[in-house]
């Protein structure tokens, strides 16, 4: 299994980013084995459309779940068309605490947009 | 000759120059025969027009604007993401056995159309907003695009605004600008012979007007400044203007009548009819900095004012043609 987790830096200790399309780093994680590694977020730096860049990381990458703080419109409707389970951390705050709540089905999935706009950097 | 009324902060009054500049030229050009086109005004602040509040035009033309989005032919399409890999704006993503168009980021560049190896694609119209012009009574050609609420993009309705209210070969454009300095603004100010710069003497206005300024120089446009509510603030804006060589074309003074005035609806010009003196002042001093010929032209000051306007305008495009050779 195979689950992303926006981060703020490259290490599985890293604390969580709340956002997803702009969320510094993504962390690949397999909940069963702890294996993982870390790549920058694609959308991170986008002038617009970072959402779907992220989305479209998660989706190459063949995730099972992915986990943020926050899905904007474009992100969900790339990610649920690509058929990938959105969770939100909700108050946890760090990577692991997320992966151990994950594997506790503790986190509750998203199944809409958790805002209604892009991010004002998204807009052209 | 192409003058685009800008700023760097918003409310400094762009429509208020701009407006009273396009009357100035309107009523001057009756002192000439054969009278001259009328002015050209273009509102291209297409997120919020309001130049129509002062000049009142009555629209007679009307066209629907937008973008060719590209349309994906699922069945022929094989997933292959070369289009998501050529979009810059990421305004079409494929994501497993799906593609999906997001119309917002769109460009319509047409690339995607033109990458597709299985011609899976194809382009459909997607209306962003509408374009007004007419004839006002001041004699002003008067033209507009209102984008629809909610689109993102004011850059592609103000580039076919530019494009569907061409100017006759010798009629002079007042371009009135959105604030700020992002792509609507260089759009709008893009091709103009001069860049007016209308701010106010506070530390904000002096700040944006900064911007504004590298804006211009990254576009090559000679540039001039009006300052606004002359009196308040601070010597910031004179300070910044001496420095950098970029002339103080008028000054209006910080006047509660003006603020009524414009309130209701009234042209700065009408509010203040001896305004015509320095706006026509101003007009002749900007077609100087046009041509570049500032010598010849000093001696013609007594020539009507439009008249010295479309000699410079015909020189600068005789100038134009002898660089391009």
């Known amino acids: ?124 | 000759m192409r003058i685009a009324v800008a700023s760097g902060k918003g409310g400094t009054g762009k429509t208020t120059v701009a407006t009273s500049l396009a009357l100035c030229l309107a009523a001057d050009r009756t002192q000439t025969q054969p009278a001259p086109d009328p002015p050209l005004f273009l509102d291209c602040d297409v997120e919020a027009p309001n130049a129509h509040l002062f000049l009142k035009p009555t629209f007679e033309r009307r066209q629907e604007v937008g973008l060719l989005i590209p349309r994906v032919d699922e069945a022929r399409c094989t997933h292959c993401g070369k289009c998501a890999e050529v979009c810059q704006y990421h305004a079409i993503a494929v994501l497993g056995k799906k593609v999906l168009v997001f119309p917002q980021l769109c460009h319509g560049c047409g690339s995607c159309t033109l990458t597709c190896p299985e011609h899976a694609i194809s382009e459909m119209p997607d209306v962003m907003g509408v374009l007004e012009s007419s004839t006002a009574d001041s004699g002003i050609h008067f033209a507009r695009g209102v984008m629809n609420v909610g689109e993102p993009m004011a850059t592609p309705v103000i580039r076919q605004l530019k494009k569907w209210a061409a100017p006759k070969p010798d009629q002079v454009v007042i371009v009135d600008a959105p604030p700020g300095t992002s792509c609507p603004v260089v759009e709008s100010v893009r091709g103009a012979d001069f860049l007016l710069l209308v701010t106010e003497p506070t530390p904000f206005g002096l700040h944006d007007l900064k911007l504004a300024v590298q804006v211009g120089r990254e576009l090559n446009l000679p540039m001039g400044v009006v300052v606004n509510r002359d009196g308040i603030g601070d010597g910031g804006v004179d300070n910044f203007c001496e420095t950098e060589g970029l002339p103080i074309l008028m000054r209006i003074p910080f006047d509660r009548a003006i603020a009524e005035g414009i309130a209701q609806g009234q042209p700065l010009v009408d509010i203040h009819p001896e305004y015509r003196v320095q706006f026509q002042e101003m007009l002749m001093r900007i077609a100087k900095g046009v041509s570049g010929s500032a010598e010849q032209i000093t001696s013609d000051e007594s020539i009507p004012l439009f008249e010295a306007t479309i000699l410079d305008f015909k020189r600068k495009l005789t100038q134009g043609r002898n660089r391009k050779d």
């Open chain 1, 1 to 124: 299994m195979k689950i992303i987790i926006t981060t703020v830096s490259p290490t599985i200790e890293s604390e969580v980013d709340p956002r997803f399309g702009r969320g510094v780093y993504l962390l690949v994680v397999d909940p069963d084995t702890m294996e993982w590694q870390t790549h920058p977020n694609p959308g991170a730096s986008a002038s617009g459309g970072a959402g779907i860049q992220a989305a479209q990381f998660v989706t190459e990458h063949k995730a099972d779940a992915v986990i943020s703080g926050d899905f904007g419109p474009h992100a969900f409707e790339a990610l649920h068309a690509a058929g990938v389970p959105m969770y939100l951390f909700d108050n946890s705050r760090t990577a692991q605490d997320v992966i151990a709540r994950f594997k506790a089905g503790q986190l509750e999935q998203v199944g809409a947009a958790t805002r209604e706009d892009c991010h004002p950097e998204g807009k052209a």
